[in-house]
DNA sequence: ATTCTAAATAGGAATAATTCTTATTTACTG
DNA sequence: CAGTAAATAAGAATTATTCCTATTTAGAAT
């Protein structure tokens, strides 16, 4: 990655408070630039060719230091594999059972009418920290992404 | 479990074009009864005492078939585990992360508002089977459900 | 620039979760 | 009741994840 983005994604890790180590630069890069939501395995696989070593179970231990942090965020999956995304914002995830794949989706309509529901709602025993929908469902091709407008 | 549950719940699986085996009875009724989204080695655990015999690879091998017939769903999680539901209804689920406990949530609102939200969208390159949210949150007494009225 | 050290890492072992294999059992059809 | 395709138990194998330890390293202090 260049130098700009090396160094932005240090900057990042610095100031979540963590040691800015290569390993933990390369692994968090990869996240903030890999939208498909891998798992630690893929994560690893990607970063090979040009940190060949950087051990698995570093990038496990690493992903889960992201998410302690707050600069990763654990997926929800069900096919029993841990994934892992980057962004932080607020938005929703397509699940497209066939092809096992999770793809972003964001509306600020769909998130304003959630919060309203939620606003109007009374909840005991609970604090909610995040809302997101799950839309589930088949993809036609599998090679183009899904579209929601 | 009394005659009756145990005949209704195996008419369940012949109408679903399973043989109706003892060990997918019980599974499908442990299913049925546990509302806490559990995971093979859980349901497996609740079987011992009255069905001893039911071997874990079993369980996950049956567990597998009942999503396949539609007895059953997979439920999304992050900690990396396989967990089911026999609610085959529109509901939605609230994830106490502190306790790491999947609770279902129902609101014919709710659903109406989502239905009419996709109503309004075109989508593209994707089939919508199933919809629900995910409210992610921490529960203040972990012995008390989570109440959103 | 150098030293020091607590924290991080690689590498591999260990554990946990899940899937697979095979001999045996069984649900259901005829 | 007999037959048999499918299901099962039991355990092995595989995959995913976590743990351990000797070594390395980021960054603070000088």
Redesign the interface.
Known sequence: MNSNTYQNTKELIATAGLKATHPRIAVLHELLTNEEHPTAEQVHTALQPNNPSVSLGSVYRILEKLVEVGLAR?????????RYDARTDSHSH????NTEEIQDYYDE??ND??KG??DK?????????????????????PD??????
Chains 1, 2 share one sequence.
């Open positions: 654990p997926v929800a999956s069900r096919n029993g594999l841990k397509i699940y497209a059972v309509e769909l009418l959630i529901y939620f709602k009374k909840i005991s025993n609970f604090k909610i920290t995040e809302v997101k929908l799950q839309i589930n469902g088949e993809k036609a091709d183009k992404k899904v579209t929601i407008v």
